[in-house]
Each structure stands twice: as C-alpha cells, then as structure tokens.
C-alpha cells in the first residue's frame, strides 16, 4: 500500500495538466469502465489462497466501490472467482 501510495503522488507530481483529476472505482464515469486483474504463474491454486486473496485485495476494493461500479458485479466475477489460464497459471 505504502508503494502504491508513492507511486500515485509521484504521478500526480508528473502530471502537468492541472485539470486533469485521479479517479478510481470500478466504473468512476458513467460508461467508463476502469477493470483490472491480476496473473499467478508458479503458484499453486488452493482455496486457501483464493480466500486470502479475497480478504486482502477483493474485499477492501469492494469498500470503496460505488453503485455504479456494484452494478456491474454480475458480469464480472464475485468472490473466489478465477479463471485458469493457457500459460498454466490463473
């Protein structure tokens, strides 16, 4: 988190164009989706894991979703979701 939070203010730094704003969220403009998903190569596929995976990613992105990102839950995955990938991991 600490490193995530560096790189967004040395973004923000970067960025010369004041009128421009960070957005965040699944979906921060009507229309305008902002997904997101991450690869494990190397990595043995365990519910465990996947629960682990859900507490301290999922869970905390859920929280700061709005009803509009919520809207489009359905279609994205839920909780435990995952899909296995030809590069043999998911």
């Given at each position: 988190?600490?490193?995530?939070?560096?790189?967004?203010?040395?973004?923000?730094?970067l960025?010369?164009?004041?009128?421009?704003?960070?957005?965040?969220?699944?979906?921060?403009?009507?229309?305008?989706?902002?997904?997101?998903?991450?690869?494990f190569?190397?990595?043995?596929?365990?519910?465990?894991l996947l629960?682990?995976l859900?507490?301290y990613?999922?869970?905390?992105?859920l929280?700061?979703e709005?009803?509009?990102?919520?809207a489009?839950?359905?279609?994205?995955?839920?909780?435990?979701?995952?899909?296995l990938?030809?590069?043999?991991?998911?």
């Open positions: 988190l600490a490193q995530l939070m560096s790189a967004a203010r040395t973004a923000d730094r960025i010369a164009d004041r009128s421009l704003r960070w957005r965040a969220g699944g979906m921060p403009l009507p229309g305008w989706a902002l997904g997101g998903h991450l690869h190569s190397g990595v043995t596929l365990c519910a465990p629960r682990a859900d507490n990613l999922a869970l905390p992105l929280l700061l709005d009803a509009r990102a919520a489009r839950r359905p279609r994205y995955g839920v909780l435990g979701d995952f899909r990938q030809p590069h043999g991991g998911f």
